[in-house]
């Protein structure tokens, strides 16, 4: 990171999926894998929130968004762009086909090292995938110190002061860069993107780089890369309808009470 006349410029790489919209979501009975085609696709609601805290902290430095994906993740790249990215690469390549967590990350890794960057940061999670293992494997990856479940961030000199959300309360850290941080939605709220920004989206090239460009070992990529393998999926079945108890708190309680005893989950002694 650099400081020009008191002003800071971070080069900050985030990672962003593209995912299907969750309201959405179709399996294929048969194979029980995703069906992506005809899906609405959205860029992964934790990656919006990294992109925004890219956007808020770069000061005069600039932030390259960065997707491992089909031909059309484009669309959240240039999503990203209008936001007020920077620079957008495209990682996409048939030999990546089939990666899993590990894999994708190995993918990421080899990307990000041609990339200057002095912070990466990550969503904690994919909504699709929903396994929160990409960031710290990639972090790993590159031996990079890394903060997962950042929920603020500010800058302090050259530090950076994290909060990291926690089940019961929140940790403070103090953290030198380079560094990896993974974030949650209560961070920031995303930007709204302007006609402006659409306009410098499509102004803007993707970069779309290979396996080949970025050097990844064809061993640890893709299918053949990828040492988890899926022995079964299956659609969760739908909560039945709830139940609206009306009525003042008390009452309300007397009559979840009756019901929970109708239904012998709740005994008096
Ligand atoms: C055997 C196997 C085969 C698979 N084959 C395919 C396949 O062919 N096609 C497919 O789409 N999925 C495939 N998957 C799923 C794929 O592995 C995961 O979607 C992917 O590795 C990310 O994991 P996740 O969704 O749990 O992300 P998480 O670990 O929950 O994501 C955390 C964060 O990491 C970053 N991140 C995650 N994925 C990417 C990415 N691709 N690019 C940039 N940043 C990212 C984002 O910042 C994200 O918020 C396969 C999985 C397995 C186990």
Same mark, same amino acid.
């Given at each position: 990171?650099?400081?020009? #006349?008191?002003?800071?410029?971070? %080069?900050?790489?985030?990672?962003?999926?593209?995912?299907?919209?969750?309201?959405?979501?179709?399996?294929?009975?048969?194979?029980?894998?995703?069906?992506?085609?005809?899906?609405?696709?959205?860029?992964?609601?934790?990656?919006?929130?990294?992109? +925004?805290?890219?956007?808020?902290?770069?000061?005069?430095?600039?932030?390259?968004?960065?997707?491992?994906?089909?031909?059309?993740? /484009?669309?959240?790249?240039?999503?990203?762009?209008?936001?007020?990215?920077?620079?957008?690469?495209?990682?996409?390549?048939?030999?990546? $086909?089939?990666?899993?967590?590990?894999?994708?990350?190995?993918?990421? $890794?080899?990307?990000? &090292? &041609?990339?200057?960057?002095?912070?990466?940061?990550?969503?904690?999670? $994919?909504?699709d995938?929903?396994?929160?293992?990409?960031?710290?494997?990639?972090? #790993?990856?590159?031996?990079?110190? =890394?903060?997962?479940?950042v929920?603020?961030?500010?800058? #302090?000199?050259?530090?950076?002061?994290? +909060?990291?959300?926690?089940?019961?309360?929140?940790?403070?850290?103090?953290? #030198?860069?380079?560094?990896?941080?993974?974030?949650v &939605?209560?961070? %920031? /709220?995303?930007?709204?993107?302007t006609?402006?920004?659409?306009?410098? $989206?499509?102004?803007?090239?993707?970069?779309?780089?290979?396996?080949?460009?970025?050097?990844?070992?064809? +061993?640890?990529?893709?299918?053949?890369?990828?040492?988890?393998?899926?022995?079964?999926?299956?659609?969760?079945?739908r909560?039945? =309808?709830?139940?609206?108890?009306?009525?003042?708190?008390?009452?309300?309680?007397?009559k979840?009470?009756?019901?929970?005893?109708?239904?012998?989950?709740?005994? /008096?002694?």
């Amino acid at each position: 990171m650099k400081c020009l #006349e008191g002003v800071f410029r971070m %080069n900050i790489i985030v990672c962003i999926k593209q995912v299907p919209d969750t309201n959405d979501i179709k399996i294929d009975p048969v194979k029980g894998t995703l069906i992506r085609e005809g899906v609405p696709s959205i860029i992964n609601p934790e990656d919006k929130n990294a992109i +925004e805290a890219a956007l808020r902290i770069k000061g005069d430095g600039k932030v390259v968004v960065l997707s491992m994906g089909p031909p059309q993740a /484009e669309e959240a790249l240039r999503e990203a762009l209008a936001m007020g990215a920077d620079e957008a690469i495209l990682l996409c390549d048939f030999k990546f $086909a089939g990666s899993d967590t590990w894999a994708t990350a190995n993918v990421l $890794a080899a990307a990000v &090292k &041609k990339i200057d960057h002095d912070l990466i940061i990550c969503g904690r999670q $994919a909504i699709d995938g929903d396994t929160a293992q990409v960031g710290p494997q990639l972090a #790993e990856n590159l031996g990079l110190p =890394q903060v997962t479940y950042v929920q603020k961030i500010s800058l #302090e000199g050259s530090k950076l002061n994290l +909060e990291r959300a926690m089940e019961d309360g929140f940790e403070i850290i103090q953290a #030198e860069l380079p560094i990896l941080i993974t974030v949650v &939605k209560e961070i %920031n /709220e995303p930007r709204y993107i302007t006609l402006q920004g659409i306009d410098k $989206a499509y102004d803007t090239e993707i970069k779309k780089w290979t396996a080949d460009y970025i050097g990844a070992e064809v +061993e640890k990529i893709g299918i053949k890369g990828s040492p988890t393998a899926v022995k079964k999926t299956f659609v969760p079945p739908r909560k039945g =309808q709830g139940q609206k108890i009306e009525g003042q708190p008390k009452e309300q309680a007397r009559k979840i009470i009756q019901i929970l005893k109708e239904k012998e989950i709740f005994q /008096e002694f």
